[in-house]
Each structure stands twice: as C-alpha cells, then as structure tokens.
C-alpha cells in the first residue's frame, strides 16, 4: 500500500510561478507511474500530467505543455509539479495518484488507472 501526501499548493498571481511535491511512503516507489490529476468546482477532474516508473517517459494535457513539468526523484520518493506562467483557469484542487506498473514504462492518462490517491493540495491563481 502507498500513501501519498501533496504539498506546495497556494495563492499565487497569474504568470507566476508553484511547485507541487507528492511524498510517498511505502514500498516499491519506483514501481509506479504517478500522475497529477487537478478537480476545478464543479468540474469533473481531469488529467494534467504523469511520469513512469522510470522517469523516461512523460505526458501532459494540452493545456498544461510547455507550462508545466513533472519530474521525480525515486530516492526520495517524490513526484513534483513545477508550474510556470499559471493563469486564473489553473486554479483547482491538484492531486497525485500512483498506478501500479513494475513490469513497463507506462504513463496513465484517465483517472481509474490509478489505485492510490493523496488528499490534494489547493493552487488558486488570481488576476
């Protein structure tokens, strides 16, 4: 079992600059892809980015390319999201999971991929 807990969420004014963390405990951290997941009120929550096991292979909404960047340290095992010229529409709850894979590279892309979640961290962005 993986525990994870966000942190790094805040207040911030658009163009500006947060990094988001996803410490995990348990086991194996090098066996799961990780992904970030954000959840706007009243909206459903959507994919924003997700690493392999490895840290080789990434992907990223369209939405969030060339802003944002994830990356992962299996040492410390952590995942982080550095967000970059952030815009009032980035504001949501922000979330990491953990998606069970020790046997391939993957990246998961949809929600039900992922079998452990944090709690989420809040990231608003004002005008």
């Known amino acids: 079992q993986v525990q994870l807990v966000e942190s790094g969420g805040g207040l911030v004014q658009a163009g500006g600059s947060l990094r988001l963390s996803c410490a995990a405990s348990g086991r194996i951290f090098s066996s799961y892809g990780m992904g970030w997941f954000r959840q706007a009120p009243g909206k459903e929550r959507e994919f924003v980015a997700a690493i392999s096991r490895s840290g080789g292979i990434t992907s990223y909404a369209n939405s969030v390319k060339d802003r944002f960047t994830i990356s992962r340290d299996n040492a410390k095992n952590t995942v982080y999201l550095q967000m970059n010229s952030l815009k009032p529409e980035d504001t949501a709850v922000y979330s990491c999971?953990?998606?069970?894979?020790?046997?391939?590279?993957?990246?998961?892309?949809?929600?039900?991929?992922?079998?452990?979640w944090g709690q989420g961290t809040q990231v608003t962005v004002y005008s």
């Open positions: 999971g953990a998606d069970w894979n020790p046997y391939s590279d993957y990246v998961g892309r949809r929600e039900s991929e992922y079998d452990y």
